[in-house]
């Protein structure tokens, strides 16, 4: 019998969603004794970050990366006793590829030396090639303007990033190259529609904090390994009660003060419920009176990722990754190993703020990606294309547009014991892996403090990191 089954009292929760959060929420809740049931519509865990079957290949959804600083969701690798397969670059290295100089394809990196902060990318910066030396020069002195942002000031949330940087020197080619290189991925937007309280909390942590900080990670193996199998294992471990393919229908306070959460079938009842869903999901299944303005979660944006897939008769690519420049193309990585592929190269492009693409036809996307992945990548020229597909997660994120931050809600619900996770509540953090694990450790915080269990020990502080 696991310590989860041997410590449980007799007070019970249930998680309604199966992603990050959800399995977060649920091994705090059960590592403190609580008995808990999860529940979960699709027929796994992982909620966006997840894998599938496509012939002998293992595919991601999508191309998942976290950095250094993103120290729940390695909190989080470390529960489910993951690290080692998504392990962290030992230093930052990116290498970025400008396809459209007038003096033919070149390439530059973005890497950091073992120096104190700001220094630790001063040689990176100051011999970037994608950027003039006033250019350079200016991208310093905003980058510590930044630096002296106060991430509580509200006028924050409320300002949009692509202005502050016009007002602070940016030009567009500093913002292509530099900004929106790494904003986009971050954020899902562009600097333009990007609130700056978000992109000032991405900057600051990530390039301006701890020179270690935006080393980058990935797993090593298909997501589904992680946040479904072993998610689950050690979900199995704590004595958690975790039901796939079922979907709630309704959650109430009934007349005894307890939760009745109803799915196909059967109803539960609950001492505390957390809702670890999508927005929407979370608006429909809320009781009246939980919030004060519900209606603010549906003015919460979406933002959709487009992924293309190609698979190579031969290996087109030397590095783990690459960022890209003067191409639509933005980052690609080579998923090979990972997938199960045994002969030839299997890339992933990950094309973030793909509002313009997202319902594009795949014949469409294949006559106009794989012409770039040849300028892009000189070894594709040669090659056959052996499999080209594409997914599509047309609400990725929640959009981080100008004002986001005054509608994404906290853990705690007006209703006694209603408590809301998922990455768009009120984590501070954009939309990311971390940001899902933040906000599930807040929802088990806060059912904790009501049904007067203690803290696990060895359970993430939110508190500790920006």
């Not at 966006?48 to 950095?67: I, K």
């Not at 200016?138 to 510590?144: F, M, N, S």
């Not at 006028?155 to 602070?168: E, K, N, P, Q």
Request: charged letters at 20%.
């Amino acid at each position: 019998m696991s310590d989860g089954h041997r410590l449980a009292d007799g007070r019970h929760t249930v998680v309604v969603g199966g992603g990050l959060a959800g399995v977060t929420a649920a091994l705090a809740l059960a590592d403190a004794g609580v008995r808990v049931t999860l529940l979960e519509g699709r027929p796994r865990l992982g909620g966006l970050a997840f894998s599938f079957r496509r012939g002998e290949l293992t595919v991601d959804n999508g191309q998942h990366v976290y950095l250094r600083c993103c120290t729940a969701y390695r909190w989080f690798l470390d529960r489910i006793e993951g690290s080692a397969l998504a392990p962290v670059q030992k230093r930052l290295d990116v290498p970025v590829v400008d396809v459209a100089r007038p003096e033919g394809r070149r390439l530059g990196r973005l890497r950091r030396d073992a120096l104190p902060v700001p220094l630790h990318l001063g040689r990176s910066l100051a011999t970037y090639p994608h950027l003039s030396l006033a250019e350079r020069a200016g991208v310093g002195r905003a980058a510590l303007a930044l630096k002296g942002l106060d991430l509580a000031d509200p006028v924050l949330d409320a300002t949009d990033f692509g202005s502050w940087l016009t007002a602070h020197g940016q030009s567009a080619r500093a913002v292509e190259a530099l900004w929106d290189l790494v904003g986009v991925a971050t954020l899902n937007a562009v600097a333009g529609d990007s609130s700056l309280g978000l992109a000032a909390m991405v900057f600051k942590t990530g390039l301006l904090s701890d020179p270690g900080a935006a080393d980058i990670g990935w797993a090593h193996v298909p997501l589904g390994e992680l946040h479904d199998r072993l998610a689950r294992k050690a979900l199995d471990s704590a004595g958690v009660r975790t039901e796939v393919r079922t979907r709630v229908t309704s959650v109430s306070l009934n007349e005894n003060g307890s939760w009745d959460v109803s799915v196909p079938g059967e109803t539960l009842t609950a001492d505390a419920v957390v809702l670890a869903v999508p927005q929407r999901e979370t608006y429909d299944l809320l009781p009246d009176g939980a919030l004060d303005d519900p209606g603010r979660l549906l003015e919460i944006g979406t933002a959709p990722i487009l992924n293309v897939h190609v698979v190579y008769d031969r290996k087109v690519l030397d590095a783990p990754f690459l960022a890209a420049l003067g191409t639509p193309v933005q980052w690609v990585f080579d998923r090979t190993h990972a997938s199960g592929l045994r002969t030839g190269q299997y890339l992933a492009l990950s094309q973030s703020a793909a509002q313009d693409e997202i319902d594009t036809p795949v014949a469409a996307l294949r006559e106009r990606y794989l012409p770039e992945l040849e300028r892009l990548l000189p070894a594709t020229r040669g090659a056959a294309v052996r499999d080209f597909f594409v997914t599509r997660e047309r609400t990725a994120t929640f959009a981080p547009a100008p004002g986001v931050g005054r509608l994404r809600p906290g853990a705690r619900t007006r209703a006694p014991g209603l408590y809301l996770a998922g990455a768009w509540t009120a984590t501070g953090w954009p939309a990311t892996m971390e940001s899902a694990v933040r906000s599930g450790v807040s929802a088990a915080d806060a059912a904790l403090s009501t049904l007067g269990r203690p803290r696990p020990h060895h359970l993430f502080a939110v508190e500790e990191a920006a």
